[in-house]
């Protein structure tokens, strides 16, 4: 190895810079020299070395992560250069490794030392609540104690008047007897006859005012009788107070363990739901024309189109094309048939007219425990084990208006890129995941500028309902065609709240807490037939105010977003009424298209079914099967 020294250990160093960006010269020096002093066969030489370079110390530098691989036994010939710089690359990983390691360790003790805070201050509520609890027992047992001295106190005072009375009337008594039987001996020494009525007179007198005696005593013996019914009564009603208080603290200290557990589980949730996004690197892949696959998170919809171009003949990517004619494109004024209910299998969304879903996406749905409950020509119902009803459809198709050319893109997980251009040369682009869910949205003007519309591919903190601020207090019935100021005031009202944060359009569906921030506006002027979720020309004329205020806010602002909602009465199946409810949300919509213009792009619809009844009856309503909108820009973008 000596033989193959360079003249220069200078010029070995430069040259050594220019082949990789080394931690320093100071350090290629000495691996250099190390190689050099060494007298045993290459591969001792690179051991012994690298073992040296590591020992001394070395930083991780970025820089050149995956520069090389590592150091290994040389055959011989290899230059020394070539040696050093695997040597200096190999303890640069050894390093990165190291503090790799000792930043994942330093984060798992933060997050434990986290937890460990948090279940602190759920113990420490847990404690207040008690003592709190407590503290109202011990005053509630007061209050009862001093309302108990109060009544014996009352009681004594009203004995002590009757016996006073009593004494009175007593004495009085005497003093009349007195004085008739003065009056008597006077009369009996005039006359005998006399003094014999005295006498009489005197007598009865007397009885009258024994009665009157004996009449007071047992007043005040009724008295005192009803003064201890009132006492037990009391008593009775105190020993009430004490069992109704210990029950509210044990509901509370109920409460505080359910708030706790309830505490730790969205904590847990939460931190989970964080470190699957941060694991996830990229939400939408794409797969070029010559097989690599690169990410389109960032991408804008030009972009995505441009590598997809060439990519037709993959065969993990399905590409159709197709025109909307008028006569197949979905009208407002269309009815829906019922279909038979409880049979599943792919067969029975083929004949729902989901098959463009996907076979395999719509296998693996269906594999997942769930049922088919209910279906229609254009939607299906699934029931998951617990019992949960979601409507399946292909939510593009509000998008494809006649006269549309749609080009889809299906890929082999089931979920579907679609691009809808419009004859004035404007182009809808769309990622559907395999339940037919819209994704990302945008809009592609004909001067090639891109509005963002939908996008659920970035990553949301979960939804805190305890957090959220108080809900609209403006909702508004639109009954009255010519209420332009206040339809108005009503989708401009969430303009002026501070939410703090933005939501995805899954947590706005999901979370009726979140929809409540945003006021609803019930067309109360569209009434459905029971069963029917069409409406007729002469009715949709009932939408113009509102629908010349959408498309308003519209052209101030393109990328606006309206959900519309679809409810139903209680009365018939639920997951029929699901079903129901998700089309005369889409009706609605297409009605404001239809009649008023506004971009269907802009809208999204969402069915609830017999959830949140308008009129809480079980019985037919009309108020229940209604159609309401709400401008949720805010929540989302």
């Not at 011990?138 to 006073?164: F, G, I, M, N, V």
Request: hydrophobic share 50%.
């Amino acid at each position: 190895m000596k033989n193959r020294k360079l003249n220069s250990t200078t010029a070995m160093i430069v040259t050594l810079s220019f082949l990789q960006p080394l931690p320093g010269l100071a350090q290629s020096s000495s691996v250099l020299q190390c190689l050099q002093n060494f007298s045993g066969d290459a591969s001792a030489a690179e051991s012994a070395c690298l073992d040296t370079l590591v020992r001394s110390g070395v930083a991780c530098d970025p820089g050149l992560s995956g520069a090389g691989g590592n150091a290994g036994p040389g055959n011989g010939d290899e230059p020394l250069e070539s040696v050093a710089a695997r040597i200096l690359r190999t303890a640069n990983a050894q390093a990165c490794a190291a503090e790799d390691a000792a930043a994942a360790a330093q984060a798992q003790a933060e997050a434990e030392a986290a937890q460990a805070q948090a279940e602190a201050e759920a113990a420490a509520a847990a404690e207040a609540e008690a003592a709190a609890a407590a503290e109202a027992e011990a005053a509630a047992q007061a209050q009862a104690a001093a309302a108990a001295e109060a009544e014996a106190a009352a009681q004594a005072q009203a004995a002590a008047e009757a016996e006073a009375a009593a004494e009175q009337e007593a004495l009085a008594a005497e003093e009349a007897a007195a004085e008739a039987e003065a009056a008597a001996q006077a009369q009996a020494a005039a006359e005998a006859e006399a003094e014999a009525s005295a006498q009489a007179q005197a007598a009865a007198e007397a009885e009258a005012a024994a009665a009157e005696v004996e009449a007071a005593q047992a007043q005040a013996e009724a008295e005192a009788e009803a003064l201890a019914a009132e006492d037990a009564e009391a008593e009775a009603e105190a020993a009430t107070a004490e069992s109704v208080a210990a029950a509210i603290a044990e509901t509370a200290a109920a409460d505080a363990a359910a708030a706790a557990a309830r505490a730790q589980a969205e904590a847990e949730a939460e931190a989970a739901a964080r470190a699957a996004a941060e694991a996830k690197d990229c939400t939408v892949e794409l797969v070029d024309a010559t097989g690599a696959t690169l990410c389109a998170d960032e991408m804008s919809q030009a972009e995505i189109a441009a590598i997809t171009a060439d990519a037709a003949a993959d065969e993990n990517v399905v590409v159709t094309t197709e025109t909307i004619a008028e006569d197949s494109a979905r009208t407002s004024s269309e009815e829906f048939a019922e279909a038979e209910a409880g049979r599943s299998g792919i067969s029975d969304l083929e004949r729902a007219g989901l098959f463009a879903l996907g076979a395999l996406a719509i296998g693996a749905i269906l594999s997942n425990g769930q049922r088919v409950t209910a279906r229609t020509d254009d939607r299906v119902v699934l029931q998951d084990q617990y019992g949960n009803f979601s409507v399946l459809k292909n939510e593009d198709v509000l998008v494809q208006t006649p006269g549309s050319n749609i080009r889809t893109e299906t890929f082999n997980d089931g979920s579907m890129r679609t691009f809808v251009t419009r004859e004035d040369g404007s182009q809808i682009v769309t990622i559907i995941n395999a339940q037919g869910r819209v994704l990302r949205r945008s809009k592609i003007d004909i001067d090639g500028n891109e509005v963002l519309l939908i996008d659920d591919t970035r990553y949301f903190e979960p939804v805190e309902i305890e957090a959220l601020p108080e809900p609209s207090a403006v909702d508004l019935a639109y009954l009255n065609a010519t209420d332009t100021a206040g339809l108005r005031a009503a989708l401009r009202a969430a303009e002026q709240r501070d939410i703090g944060r933005t939501f995805s359009l899954s947590q706005v569906r999901q979370y009726r807490e979140l929809r409540n921030l945003a006021p609803e506006i019930n067309l109360d002027r569209i009434t459905f037939a029971t069963g029917s979720a069409a409406i007729a020309a002469s009715e949709a004329g009932r939408l113009r105010e509102i629908g010349l205020l959408m498309l308003e806010l519209i052209d101030e602002n393109p990328n606006e977003l309206f959900l519309i909602e679809g409810y139903t009465d209680a009365v018939g199946d639920e997951s029929y009424n699901l079903l129901l409810s998700d089309r005369r949300a889409e009706t609605v919509a297409l009605a404001l298209t239809e009649y008023f213009g506004v971009w269907p792009e802009n809208m999204v619809v969402q069915g609830y079914g017999e959830r949140f009844l308008l009129i809480p009856t079980l019985k037919a309503e009309r108020l229940n099967r209604r159609v309401a909108v709400r401008r949720i820009t805010n929540l989302v973008n």
